[in-house]
């Protein structure tokens, strides 16, 4: 089954007003294959994502960094799925790896946060991975499966997921996992898929990776076989973002 190519933008806590016209202003100049062939998604902080969302190109869309776990209501701070949908924001951002990190988003918190932002109508983007540590130990399977079973374990439809598999030891670090490297956990996370969720699924969810993805690597990265898009992180806020787009083809 053809997955199409996914390349999502994690902008983080980074931008002023002007910084984000500038790369939305480069994003729509930008020459890049077409939408039948890479589904381009970019994720503003969400002060900016109302802005982002009325200046972008039709052709590529936002999404929120995250939201909260349920209906909204008396949680200060926060941000519910329901407000994003009411702001026609169609993704979002769950369980990346300095949520969980930083804010202690355990496995189940961020399988149930997927199964919300879902049944409201939102696209995910969920991230998973290992640190060095459990890298170092032999235990990244057994991570990334754990984290995966978490949202498996609430979500039964996975149209609108896409799985971002994001080792914690490449984020930011400069430090990208080889072309290899992100190969063979995309494809056991496939065989995972297949044996404890289903082969459908298996064949079409769409498993992207992230971890200091830029202009020079995106290529290789992006010629593998299990490696159907990236999330990009520091690179999403530079004209390279493009060259990143274009390595759908
Ligand atoms: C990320 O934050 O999702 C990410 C992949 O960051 P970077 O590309 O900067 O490593």
Redesign the pocket.
């Known amino acids: 089954m053809a997955r199409k190519f996914f390349v999502g933008g994690?902008w983080?806590c980074n931008g002023t007003t002007e910084e984000v016209k500038k790369i939305v202003t480069t994003l729509n100049e930008a020459e890049v294959p077409s939408h039948d062939v890479v589904e381009v998604v970019v994720s503003p902080p969400f002060v900016f994502l109302t802005l982002v969302k009325s200046l972008l190109r039709s052709d590529f869309h936002v999404a929120s960094q995250n939201c909260w776990v349920s209906k909204g209501g008396a949680f200060t701070g926060e941000v519910s799925a329901e407000m994003l949908v009411n702001l026609g924001i169609p993704w979002v951002i769950i369980g990346?790896s300095?949520r969980r990190a930083l804010l202690n988003e355990s496995n189940e918190f961020v399988g149930d946060k997927v199964a919300y932002a879902l049944s409201q109508g939102l696209k995910v983007i969920a991230?998973i991975g290992e640190t060095l540590e459990q890298r170092e130990s032999g235990s990244t399977m057994a991570v990334v499966a754990a984290q995966t079973k978490a949202i498996a374990d609430k979500v039964t439809n996975w149209d609108n997921v896409v799985l971002?598999y994001?080792p914690v030891w490449?984020?930011?670090?400069g430090k990208v996992a080889t072309p290899a490297q992100a190969q063979e956990v995309h494809c056991e996370l496939r065989k995972w898929l297949n044996q404890n969720v289903g082969a459908d699924i298996a064949a079409s969810v769409r498993i992207i990776y992230?971890?200091?993805?830029n202009g020079a690597n995106c290529k290789e990265l992006a010629g593998q076989p299990d490696v159907d898009g990236f999330?990009?992180?520091?690179?999403?806020l530079k004209p390279e973002f493009v060259d990143i787009i274009k390595s759908a083809t």
């Open positions: 994690n983080k990346h300095e991230c971002a994001e490449a984020i930011g670090t992230g971890g200091s993805v999330l990009v992180g520091g690179a999403s």
